[in-house]
């Protein structure tokens, strides 16, 4: 208790507050509800969050609050930034019990804003499940469509245990749930749900089905047995037997981490990341890369993949070194191979975690995409098809989870306004 205290004493309350409008994706007000935790009132600083997201417990827990909310705290510039992330996962946390009176809370208003207009989402992951509970609070009758037995999308098959417990994850749902969503289970979009029935049966549609495949760098090799895409590998825990395996991860990206990490877990007896830049450009969240290191993880910066090299089975990837160039065009640093710098290690496994897209599906629903296959939105978050919405990684929204549930509040409340 006393650690609270001090972390919640250790923000200024600043008017300007850049952590919640410069640094938060959902807007959250942050130096509003910790105040209300320095006061002791752990309900008032939930329902003040809970304005803004659903998602108090798990953004708490694997947002990415250094390049975030922490990340424009005023206190990070001479110092350390207030700990926002840890903060909200304890408001969330403490919940537990207060719980019940603040649905029924919830309730009552729902019963207030009650209509006759019904919604269906489709794909029950952090966008969805915002979107759903947004429209729900404003008593608008929701559907969601899940392709599996179980809701989360991502939250529960691409984020490992210990970066985010399956039982926050599941309180989470069921919190949401208690609005009076209903769910569909095994509900694919082009196998056995159709948009054109959907759009019969009710005023709106939010498509959420995220981007689910693992990019492909192009390289000579891909194919061979024994590379696999991240993703798949998360999302379908088909991993092969990593005992005394050597195994490479490409990317810089949090996946690439949760991949190598999962991987060091499942007893492969040497790990490495390979990636094209330096450390300072890694996409992935400093604590990760931190914590990686730590499990012992080999990080080969500034290392680029030739090719892969085996008969039907990797045997081995041949590397290349790059240097950082600054383009005049470009304020980023570029990487660019350096002649003759080539040499091969032995491997067993390969992991791509470079990035995800869009499942070839989506292409023939019949709404316009763009050349990487996302769904076009307008600013209100419609697609080609006024009616239908979309948001989350299948529109191409930056790929996080608070950005994922930014899309989901922002397109609940288009569709309130256009239903
Ligand atoms: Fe508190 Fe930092 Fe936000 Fe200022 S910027 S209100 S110190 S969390």
Same mark, same amino acid.
């Given at each position: 208790?006393?650690?609270?205290?001090?972390?919640?004493?250790?923000?200024?309350?600043?008017?300007?507050?850049?952590?919640?409008?410069?640094?938060?994706?959902?807007?959250?007000?942050?130096?509003?509800?910790?105040?209300?935790?320095?006061?002791?009132?752990?309900?008032?600083?939930?329902?003040?969050?809970?304005?803004?997201?659903?998602?108090?417990?798990?953004?708490?827990?694997?947002?990415?609050?250094?390049? $975030?909310?922490?990340?424009?705290?005023?206190? %990070?510039?001479?110092?350390?930034?207030?700990?926002? @992330?840890?903060?909200?996962?304890?408001?969330?946390?403490?919940?537990?019990?207060?719980?019940?009176?603040?649905?029924?809370?919830?309730?009552?208003?729902?019963?207030?804003?009650?209509?006759?207009?019904?919604?269906?989402?489709?794909?029950?992951?952090?966008?969805?499940?915002?979107?759903?509970?947004?429209?729900?609070?404003?008593?608008?009758?929701?559907?969601?469509?899940?392709?599996?037995?179980?809701?989360?999308?991502?939250?529960?098959?691409?984020?490992?245990?210990?970066?985010?417990?399956?039982?926050?994850?599941?309180?989470?749902?069921?919190?949401?749930?208690?609005?009076? /969503?209903?769910?569909?289970?095994?509900?694919?979009?082009?196998?056995?749900?159709?948009?054109?029935? =959907?759009?019969? $049966?009710?005023?709106?549609?939010?498509?959420?089905?995220?981007?689910?495949?693992?990019?492909?760098?192009?390289?000579?090799?891909?194919?061979?047995?024994?590379?696999?895409?991240?993703?798949?590998?998360?999302?379908?825990?088909?991993?092969?037997?990593?005992? @005394?395996?050597?195994?490479?991860?490409?990317?810089?990206?949090?996946?690439?981490?949760?991949?190598?990490?999962?991987?060091?877990?499942?007893?492969?007896?040497?790990?490495?990341?390979?990636?094209?830049?330096?450390?300072?450009?890694?996409?992935?969240?400093?604590?990760?890369?931190?914590?990686?290191?730590?499990?012992?993880?080999?990080?080969?910066?500034?290392?680029? /993949?030739?090719?892969?090299? %085996?008969?039907?089975?990797?045997?081995?990837?041949?590397?290349?070194?790059?240097?950082?160039?600054?383009?005049?065009?470009?304020?980023?640093?570029?990487?660019?191979?350096?002649?003759?710098?080539?040499?091969?290690?032995?491997?067993?496994?390969?992991?791509?975690? =470079?990035?995800?897209?869009?499942?070839?599906?989506?292409?023939?629903? @019949?709404?316009?995409?763009?050349?990487?296959?996302?769904?076009?939105?307008?600013?209100?978050?419609?697609?080609?098809?006024?009616?239908?919405?979309? %948001?989350?990684?299948?529109?191409?929204?930056?790929?996080?989870?608070?950005?994922?549930?930014?899309?989901?509040?922002?397109?609940?409340?288009?569709?309130?306004?256009?239903?």
């Amino acid at each position: 208790m006393e650690k609270i205290n001090e972390k919640s004493s250790y923000c200024l309350n600043c008017k300007a507050k850049p952590c919640s409008t410069k640094g938060c994706p959902l807007g959250n007000q942050i130096p509003q509800f910790i105040e209300q935790i320095k006061q002791g009132d752990y309900v008032e600083a939930y329902k003040i969050l809970s304005e803004t997201t659903v998602l108090q417990g798990v953004c708490g827990r694997i947002c990415p609050h250094q390049k $975030q909310c922490q990340g424009s705290c005023v206190r %990070g510039i001479k110092g350390e930034p207030v700990s926002i @992330g840890d903060l909200e996962a304890l408001c969330f946390d403490a919940m537990v019990e207060e719980e019940d009176s603040l649905l029924k809370c919830y309730a009552e208003e729902m019963k207030l804003n009650k209509t006759n207009k019904k919604v269906a989402i489709i794909g029950g992951g952090p966008a969805g499940l915002t979107a759903s509970a947004f429209l729900a609070k404003r008593g608008i009758e929701v559907t969601i469509y899940e392709k599996y037995d179980y809701l989360g999308g991502l939250l529960v098959h691409g984020i490992p245990e210990f970066r985010l417990p399956k039982e926050i994850v599941q309180r989470t749902i069921d919190k949401i749930l208690r609005l009076g /969503i209903k769910v569909n289970y095994h509900q694919q979009l082009g196998k056995n749900l159709f948009l054109k029935d =959907l759009e019969e $049966q009710y005023d709106a549609i939010f498509l959420s089905i995220g981007a689910n495949q693992s990019s492909k760098m192009g390289v000579e090799g891909e194919e061979l047995l024994g590379v696999f895409g991240g993703n798949e590998l998360l999302e379908y825990k088909l991993h092969p037997d990593y005992k @005394g395996k050597t195994v490479a991860v490409i990317g810089g990206g949090n996946v690439a981490m949760d991949c190598a990490r999962t991987i060091k877990r499942l007893g492969a007896k040497e790990v490495m990341v390979i990636y094209r830049r330096a450390r300072e450009q890694m996409p992935a969240e400093d604590k990760e890369v931190e914590e990686a290191m730590q499990e012992g993880i080999r990080f080969l910066f500034q290392n680029n /993949i030739v090719k892969i090299i %085996g008969k039907n089975q990797v045997e081995k990837v041949e590397l290349i070194k790059t240097k950082l160039v600054q383009k005049e065009d470009d304020n980023r640093l570029v990487p660019i191979n350096i002649e003759g710098s080539n040499y091969e290690i032995e491997i067993d496994n390969i992991i791509m975690a =470079l990035g995800s897209r869009v499942e070839p599906y989506v292409r023939e629903l @019949g709404l316009e995409t763009n050349k990487w296959g996302n769904i076009e939105i307008n600013e209100k978050y419609q697609t080609s098809d006024p009616k239908i919405y979309a %948001g989350g990684d299948l529109a191409g929204v930056k790929s996080t989870v608070a950005w994922a549930a930014h899309s989901g509040r922002e397109a609940a409340k288009s569709i309130i306004e256009n239903i």
